[in-house]
């Protein structure tokens, strides 16, 4: 173990000690997969309870809010003979009956890659086939799409978009009133790219207190801590932790390629109801990119559809807070990372997938 080790973990219960004396009993909720994945991994979830801080874990895994009939189409495409090009921990999600890895055993042609640029190369090199590309994530992926349109993409190139934005969403989450939360802990990857203005609304109007935290063991505990103080003093304000990386202004390039090629549209999220204005489709100045529109004849059934959850999956309570995964009766039991029945499972990213693998040694 090295001095910094040390270092660290002193610093660690310095600050659990800070929390703990402040007296403060809280429930906190993160919207980050990766704060997840650090709570559970580092054992900081359990340590915070004893100091009186229960971590809520909210709708912060892309993939895992990705509904049912985002799916559909996908699969679709690749049963209709279009290259579907998709990353990892999309690629076992279960849909109705089957996942894009189902599809691909049964001779379509689906590709894993690691960037839209990836899928961009493929339609290149191979000009007489037909590309999609799913692009899935929150603010911090989508810029990587809005850049993929602004190269001039070829002819046989398209995405089906299915990404979102994470503040519009917090509100959906808080007028449901199913949780009732003392602080939000806001994800350092979207806010470095939208920066702070975007989250603000929520502390001045449900007078909620805000820190954006970053990665490591010791930020995600500082923001938990400046969250102690905010509830101790009766403040509610947007704060920001991760400064070294998160600019007040995010980051204007990446801002302005996503308003060049993206329009806000009313879109379902797993375990939600449709929340307006926290989907990002296609702007009409691209139409020929949309997969949406390019293969509307193909598509279009799927939209009249309503593709129910998988029987016994508790994936959208445990994305709303209201639910821990353990507390889902399939944890564990029917549904394992080799045989997902929701996405919770599936992603790295995922509550259910994080605890199986960290929690059930």
Same mark, same amino acid.
């Given at each position: 173990?090295?001095?910094?080790?040390?270092?660290?973990?002193?610093?660690?219960?310095?600050?659990?000690?800070?929390?703990?004396?402040?007296?403060?009993?809280?429930?906190?909720?993160?919207?980050?997969?990766?704060?997840?994945?650090?709570?559970?991994?580092?054992?900081?979830?359990?340590?915070?309870?004893e100091?009186?801080?229960?971590?809520?874990?909210?709708?912060?895994?892309?993939?895992?809010?990705?509904?049912?009939?985002?799916?559909?189409?996908?699969?679709?495409?690749?049963?209709?003979?279009?290259?579907?090009?998709?990353?990892?921990?999309?690629?076992?999600?279960?849909?109705?009956?089957?996942?894009?890895?189902?599809?691909?055993?049964?001779?379509?042609?689906?590709?894993i890659?690691y960037?839209?640029?990836?899928?961009?190369?493929?339609?290149?090199?191979?000009?007489?086939?037909?590309?999609?590309?799913?692009?899935i994530?929150?603010?911090t992926?989508?810029?990587?799409?809005?850049?993929?349109?602004?190269?001039?993409?070829?002819d046989?190139?398209?995405?089906?978009s299915?990404?979102?934005?994470?503040?519009?969403?917090?509100?959906?989450?808080?007028?449901?009133?199913?949780v009732?939360?003392?602080?939000l802990?806001?994800?350092?990857h979207?806010?470095?790219?939208?920066?702070?203005?975007?989250?603000?609304?929520?502390?001045?109007?449900?007078n909620?207190?805000?820190?954006? !935290? @970053?990665?490591?063991?010791?930020?995600? &505990?500082? %923001? *938990?801590?400046?969250?102690?103080?905010?509830?101790?003093? +009766?403040? /509610?304000?947007?704060?920001?932790?991760y400064?070294?990386?998160v600019?007040?202004?995010?980051?204007?390039?990446?801002?302005?390629?996503?308003?060049?090629?993206?329009?806000?549209?009313?879109?379902?999220?797993?375990?939600?109801?449709?929340?307006?204005?926290?989907?990002?489709?296609?702007?009409?100045?691209?139409?020929?990119?949309?997969?949406?529109?390019?293969?509307?004849?193909?598509?279009?059934?799927?939209?009249?559809?309503d593709y129910?959850?998988? !029987? @016994?999956?508790k994936?959208?309570?445990? &994305?709303? %807070? *209201?639910?821990?995964?353990?507390?889902?009766?399939l944890f +564990?039991? /029917?549904?394992?990372?080799?045989?997902p029945?929701?996405?919770?499972?599936v992603?790295?990213?995922?509550?259910?997938?994080?605890?199986?693998?960290?929690q059930?040694?």
């Amino acid at each position: 173990m090295t001095v910094i080790d040390l270092n660290n973990r002193k610093m660690a219960a310095d600050v659990l000690d800070k929390i703990k004396n402040s007296g403060v009993e809280a429930k906190f909720m993160h919207v980050c997969g990766t704060h997840q994945d650090t709570l559970v991994r580092n054992g900081l979830d359990a340590m915070l309870a004893e100091t009186g801080i229960k971590i809520l874990q909210g709708p912060g895994c892309p993939v895992c809010v990705t509904t049912p009939n985002e799916i559909e189409e996908a699969i679709k495409l690749a049963d209709s003979g279009v290259v579907v090009t998709v990353f990892g921990d999309m690629f076992t999600v279960p849909g109705e009956k089957r996942s894009l890895a189902h599809a691909k055993a049964d001779g379509a042609d689906v590709r894993i890659v690691y960037s839209i640029m990836d899928a961009l190369a493929m339609a290149r090199d191979s000009p007489d086939k037909e590309f999609m590309f799913m692009g899935i994530g929150f603010e911090t992926t989508t810029p990587a799409t809005s850049f993929a349109l602004l190269s001039q993409p070829p002819d046989n190139f398209s995405i089906l978009s299915c990404h979102r934005t994470v503040p519009k969403a917090l509100r959906a989450l808080i007028n449901m009133g199913e949780v009732r939360l003392n602080g939000l802990i806001e994800p350092g990857h979207v806010s470095a790219i939208i920066g702070e203005e975007p989250y603000k609304f929520l502390s001045e109007e449900y007078n909620i207190p805000q820190v954006i !935290a @970053g990665f490591e063991p010791l930020d995600l &505990l500082m %923001g *938990i801590y400046m969250l102690t103080l905010q509830v101790k003093e +009766g403040r /509610a304000e947007l704060e920001n932790e991760y400064f070294r990386v998160v600019k007040p202004e995010g980051n204007p390039k990446a801002i302005e390629a996503m308003a060049q090629t993206l329009v806000e549209s009313d879109v379902k999220w797993r375990g939600f109801p449709v929340i307006p204005e926290t989907g990002l489709e296609i702007s009409d100045k691209y139409d020929q990119f949309n997969s949406r529109k390019k293969y509307e004849d193909l598509l279009s059934p799927i939209w009249d559809m309503d593709y129910p959850e998988p !029987a @016994g999956c508790k994936c959208g309570e445990v &994305l709303r %807070g *209201i639910l821990d995964p353990q507390d889902c009766p399939l944890f +564990g039991k /029917a549904c394992k990372p080799g045989s997902p029945v929701g996405p919770c499972m599936v992603s790295f990213e995922g509550g259910c997938s994080i605890a199986y693998k960290y929690q059930r040694k």
